[in-house]
């Protein structure tokens, strides 16, 4: 059983910056894509950033592109979503995500999915 669970939100300030937590366990991820995404109230749920554990291949929306990094370590199987310079905008609850295979960026194609963690920036 694929368990993903995210940590790390909080309350910050706009331009501040938070650390997101991603642990996964259950099953060999070595051919999984993990991804961020974020929903806002009353707003679809969006992506934010992907990696692949086989190549550490990333790609992240154009609205959080050189502001965000998504890294993993291998070892302890977790990945993280490092924001910098946050935005009111960025308010959301931030999802971890997992599948096998190529990398999306629509949540439909994603299979597993954490809890969120909430993330409020204040302006």
């Known amino acids: 059983q694929v368990q993903l669970v995210e940590s790390g939100g909080g309350l910050v300030q706009a331009g501040g910056s938070l650390r997101l937590s991603c642990a996964a366990s259950g099953r060999t991820f070595s051919n999984y894509v993990m991804a961020w995404f974020r929903q806002a109230p009353g707003k679809e749920r969006e992506f934010v950033a992907h990696?692949?554990?086989?190549?550490?291949?990333?790609y992240y929306a154009d609205s959080v592109k050189g502001r965000f990094t998504i890294s993993g370590k291998k070892a302890k199987n977790t990945v993280y979503l490092q924001m910098n310079s946050l935005k009111p905008e960025d308010t959301a609850v931030y999802y971890c995500?997992?599948?096998?295979?190529?990398?999306?960026?629509?949540?439909?194609?994603?299979?597993?999915w954490g809890q969120g963690t909430q993330v409020t920036v204040s302006s």
């Open positions: 995500a997992a599948r096998p295979g190529i990398q999306y960026d629509s949540s439909t194609m994603y299979d597993y």
């Open positions: 990696i692949t554990w086989s190549g550490g291949s990333t």
